[in-house]
């Protein structure tokens, strides 16, 4: 499974970016998916995680409100809508997705390359 994010740059405080991740390879058994994001000196964290179906999800207490994760799967591209963007959001954003191996019935975990959000004050 290949993730390849899309979406980041620079915005002012108060507005708004749509970071997007397509997913290629095998995707067919790709179960949850999640934004993940790492801030200079910081831990990585989780920002929202989607399930399979796309109705159970997950979001950080800072974002609630302000962040919509989202995904297609027939597209097998999730999405992250980021409103009233504050300057303590910017941070690497990575694509994550765990994905079932039929082979050996065990989970994997893929990550894409991160896209870079920037909010100025």
């Known amino acids: 499974v290949q993730l390849v994010e899309s979406g980041g740059g620079l915005v002012q405080a108060g507005g708004s970016?749509?970071?997007s991740c397509a997913a290629s390879g095998s995707t067919y058994n790709i179960n949850t998916m999640g934004w993940y994001r790492q801030a200079p000196g910081?831990?990585?964290e989780l920002v929202a995680?989607?399930?399979?179906?796309?109705?159970?999800v997950n979001y950080a207490d800072s974002v609630k409100g302000r962040f919509t994760i989202s995904r297609d799967k027939l597209k097998n591209?999730?999405?992250l809508q980021m409103n009233s963007l504050k300057p303590e959001d910017t941070a690497v954003y990575y694509c994550n997705a765990v994905w079932y191996s039929d082979y050996d019935g065990k989970y994997y975990t893929f990550w894409g390359q991160g896209t870079l959000v920037t909010v100025s004050s």
């Open 77 to 79: 591209t999730m999405y």
């Open 17 to 19: 970016l749509r970071l």
């Open 49 to 56: 995680d989607i399930s399979s179906g796309g109705i159970l």
């Open 42 to 44: 910081k831990q990585r």
